[in-house]
């Protein structure tokens, strides 16, 4: 088992930048393959970065490429998303996803969940 707690999240002007933080309880954090999906209203769940357990690879949504960015602290327990100009489009809950596979992209995929924190972009 492994729990999940984001932080970070708020409500930030367009163009502003936030920093998202996931921090990991249970078994060995560097077991594990970490990741961040967004869900807004009405909008399936997609992903927006993934972390290897070692940070050796990441893998960015196409909407996000160039402005966020995904890191881990494997001796702090502890995942993070930079994100930097913000858009509107960006608004959703953020989750931190958590699984033992080299580097899963679908959400089905992974076996663990925080509980979300929210992110508003105003424009």
């Known amino acids: 088992q492994v729990q999940l707690v984001e932080s970070g999240g708020g409500l930030v002007h367009t163009g502003g930048s936030l920093r998202l933080s996931c921090a990991a309880s249970g078994r060995t954090f560097s077991g594990y393959a970490m990741a961040w999906f967004r869900q807004a209203p009405g909008k399936e769940r997609e992903l927006v970065a993934a972390?290897?357990?070692?940070?050796?690879?990441?893998y960015y949504g196409d909407p996000v490429k160039g402005r966020f960015t995904i890191s881990r602290d494997n001796a702090k327990n502890a995942v993070y998303l930079q994100m930097n100009s913000l858009k509107p489009e960006d608004t959703a809950v953020y989750y931190c996803?958590?699984?033992?596979?080299?580097?899963?992209?679908?959400?089905?995929?992974?076996?663990?969940w925080g509980q979300g924190t929210q992110v508003t972009v105003s424009s």
């Open positions: 996803a958590a699984d033992s596979v080299l580097l899963p992209l679908k959400s089905y995929e992974y076996d663990y």
């Open positions: 972390i290897s357990r070692s940070a050796g690879s990441t």
